[in-house]
């Protein structure tokens, strides 16, 4: 997976986990404050990624990245995910825990971490 796209998908995941608004995600592998925000409301997300002017939204199963123009699949369960890139051919998966979501890129064999900020 693309680092911008494990950004998206853990915001994403989190919004529809716990219903707040996402107004950053900080990626602890570059050490960056990302300018990434979502939101899900009745089902359905909004999201804008400022640092590559691109919009993604979805369902609570699949998100669409308009600024690479691909879908990646959602499946969540409690406070885990897992999904599938289509990008990039990779599957991945998360857990959360409060504001901390950590994704296994199963591609890159590795883990990464994002501390999601909620308004």
């Known amino acids: 997976m693309l680092p911008h796209t494990r950004a998206m998908v ?3 995941a989190h919004a529809f986990m716990f219903g707040k608004t ?8 570059s050490g960056r404050d990302l300018r990434i925000a979502a939101e899900a ?9 400022g640092d590559r002017s691109a919009k993604f939204d979805g369902t609570p199963f699949e998100i669409y ?3 690479d123009g691909a ?3 959602l499946a969540i369960d ?6 599938y890139d289509r990008n990039s051919s990779s599957y991945y998966s998360l857990s959360v825990t409060d504001r901390i979501v950590q994704l296994y890129d199963h ?3 590795s883990w990464f971490a994002f501390t999601i900020q909620v308004a």
């Open 107 to 109: 591609a890159e064999e």
């Open 78 to 83: 409690g406070l885990e995910a897992r999904g």
């Open 41 to 49: 409301r009745e089902g359905r997300l909004q999201g804008f990624d």
């Open 22 to 29: 996402i107004v950053g995600v900080h990626d602890h592998g």
């Open 10 to 12: 853990a915001a994403a």
């Open 71 to 73: 879908h990646v699949s």
């Open 65 to 67: 990245d308009s600024g």
